[in-house]
């Protein structure tokens, strides 16, 4: 992986662009979810066509009925949230030839586990932090499901209402084999006065083709109004993996 800084002597407000297109899609919509489910839901075959299908973001807590002898209510708006919520998403990848996906979750409260074609992904405890997973190593041409375990048994877990499941959206990454990782871009303004401001661009360039590759950044500096006011391109060379 390769750092370079660019300095630009105008004001930014979009940073873009490897000589690959990326694609962020809406990955909100026909999730499957249930409150009970076997250990095995996690395998890509399990037969969920029984759990009920909802849009993200959820929250399950909020579908209960309040119950006013709940113990801890003040954590929970006297509102029944303890328990497990498992949720799946199936979905078709045409062609896996150079490309790299990645899934990006907003916020899932909390204590998560994903699988993707049953392989554990990781484990995310903070309910208010988003989190990433790169998905390409075990995707296949097809068909294939993203399973997310949700474990909010320990419900008295803060001062205020927090809800429960994947509460905010989620987005599917599709790029080519070298791109600009999540959170790569990041900017400072080192230098500002009344006319201009310098702005600092450190952007991480990741690759995983088998070999070295040179590739051609492109930068666009847009205007309120989208406009682009300023632009540039930066060839680049990059280490394979």
Do not use: C
Request: charged residues 20%.
């Amino acid at each position: 992986m390769n750092k370079f800084i660019a300095a630009l002597a105008v004001l930014i407000s979009v940073i873009s662009g490897v000589s690959q297109a990326s694609t962020g899609l809406d990955f909100n919509a026909g999730w499957k979810f249930t409150l009970e489910a076997p250990a095995h839901a996690l395998d890509k075959d399990f037969d969920d066509s029984e759990w009920r299908t909802v849009d993200l973001p959820h929250d399950w807590i909020i579908e209960g009925e309040p119950d006013p002898g709940l113990e801890f209510w003040e954590a929970t708006g006297r509102l029944p949230g303890k328990g497990i919520g498992w949720y799946r998403k199936h979905f078709k990848v045409d062609d896996l030839e150079d490309r790299s996906f990645h899934v990006i979750f907003d916020g899932v409260y909390n204590n998560s586990d994903t699988w993707i074609n049953g392989h554990h992904l990781g484990f995310h405890p903070y309910g208010y932090s988003p989190f990433t997973y790169d998905l390409t190593p075990w995707l296949v041409e097809g068909n294939n499901v993203i399973t997310v375990k949700v474990d909010h048994g320990a419900y008295a877990d803060s001062r205020w209402y927090t809800g429960a499941g994947i509460y905010r959206n989620v987005r599917l990454l599709a790029t080519g084999n070298a791109y600009i990782p999540v959170w790569g871009v990041f900017i400072t303004t080192p230098e500002v006065s009344a006319g201009q401001a310098v702005v600092e661009a450190k952007i991480d360039l990741r690759s995983d083709y088998a070999e070295d590759t040179e590739l051609l950044l492109r930068n666009q500096v847009l205007g309120p109004g989208g406009e682009v006011v300023s632009r540039n391109e930066i060839p680049v060379g990059i280490q394979a993996g």
